[in-house]
């Protein structure tokens, strides 16, 4: 993860403590709810890529197109466009929902060593892990939604 700035810090960890707080992180403000998501699926794809995004459930289970839509409210919409990308490979409908089905449908793209091969998601990573400007633009959102955010 990208080491933020003091105010931005200060605001993931409203929006973090807002988000844990919340029965249902829809219904929370945009400008937290965005930072919330932003900040823990960058974090998560930054430490193990797509696989370990969609290998876990997050708690809520909210839709992946909150996040997809958090990524564009930050102006980050290619980062958005690969997640939206990467969740449509999912052959059943709504797959935040379903772990057990997303972990059968990723373990297809392992050998029998279970070394990963021909990883549809991969190509899709490499756009979002690692990705500098997700942590700039989110850095933007907060100054634009200081008072929103509690800074």
Known sequence: MARLNSKTDRAVEYAMSEARAAKDI???PDAVRTVA???TAQGVIDNGGLQYFFEAD??????YALFIEAYRNIGAADAASALAQAVSLFPFAEPHLHAAKRNKFMDRFKDQDGEPVNRPFEP???LLCGNKSVWRLLEAHVEKNAKSLGV
């Open 26 to 28: 829809a219904a929370l």
């Open 37 to 39: 998501l932003v900040h």
């Open 58 to 63: 997050f708690p809520g289970n909210p839709p």
């Open 124 to 126: 899709l990573t490499k």
